[in-house]
T-cell receptor
Framework: AQTVTQSQPEMSVQEAETVTLSCTYD???????LFWYKQPPSRQMILVIR??????QNATENRFSVNFQKAAKSFSLKISDSQLGDAAMYFC??????????????FGKGITLSVRP | DAGVIQSPRHEVTEMGQEVTLRCKPI?????LFWYRQTMMRGLELLIY????????DSGMPEDRFSAKMPNASFSTLKIQPSEPRDSAVYFC????????????FGDGTRLSIL
């Protein structure tokens, strides 16, 4: 079974600074997908960014980018120019990629990010 | 476009009562997922459907929990009888076809069993 580990329960960043959230995972599969979701106090689950394991290029979405290290099974999220609205809980998630029906997301425990004005 | 719609947004009931949570997936999506979020266990999958057929229900805690998807636009998660330890936020999510398509989440139902 796959596992996702987010070892840092909390992090804090100064507004306009850069912060990196860590995530590691364990799998024996070679084909899979990784996601970062954001959950603000409103409790919505909002997709931030996704990465296909077969792609070597790191995904980027505006101020959000990932550092995907497949051999190390590491998938960190970098937030540049942090804004107050980035304060939320962030979840790393894994999904199997082999052929077949859509499969479940396995989530890490999450990390609470606070942004200092 | 309307997102995933869940109802009710909040539910408070006494233990022993039947609870029904409802979900309308995004139109055109063919996979539907029910997740539960608690402080202790985080986010965990309860069950998911593909083309209205349950594919994996290994996360359903016990026989008190049941889920149905009678058609492509509606699903229910039922707890009978409810217990205080069922208190959690329950999310429904849907996605379409391809494996790299993300799951879109509803706003969740906060369930409190007294």
């Amino acid at each position: 079974a796959q596992t996702v580990t987010q070892s840092q329960p909390e992090m804090s960043v100064q507004e306009a600074e850069t912060v990196t959230l860590s995530c590691t995972y364990d799998t024996s599969e070679s084909d899979y997908y990784l996601f970062w979701y954001k959950q603000p106090p409103s409790r919505q689950m909002i997709l931030v960014i996704r990465q296909e394991a077969y792609k070597q290029q790191n995904a980027t979405e505006n101020r959000f980018s990932v550092n995907f290290q497949k051999a190390a099974k590491s998938f960190s999220l970098k937030i540049s120019d942090s804004q107050l609205g980035d304060a939320a809980m962030y979840f790393c998630a894994y999904r199997s990629g082999p052929t077949g029906a859509n499969s479940k997301l396995t989530f890490g425990k999450g990390i609470t990010l606070s942004v200092r004005p | 476009d309307a997102g995933v719609i869940q109802s009710p947004r909040h539910e408070v009931t006494e233990m022993g009562q039947e609870v029904t949570l409802r979900c309308k997936p995004i139109s055109g999506h063919n996979s539907l997922f029910w997740y539960r979020q608690t402080m202790m266990r985080g986010l965990e999958l309860l069950i998911y459907f593909n083309n209205n057929v349950p594919i994996d229900d290994s996360g359903m805690p016990e026989d008190r929990f049941s889920a149905k998807m009678p058609n492509a636009s509606f699903s229910t998660l039922k707890i009978q009888p409810s217990e205080p330890r069922d208190s959690a936020v329950y999310f429904c999510a849907s996605s379409f076809g391809q494996r790299n398509q993300p799951q879109h989440f509803g706003d969740g139902t906060r369930l409190s069993i007294l």
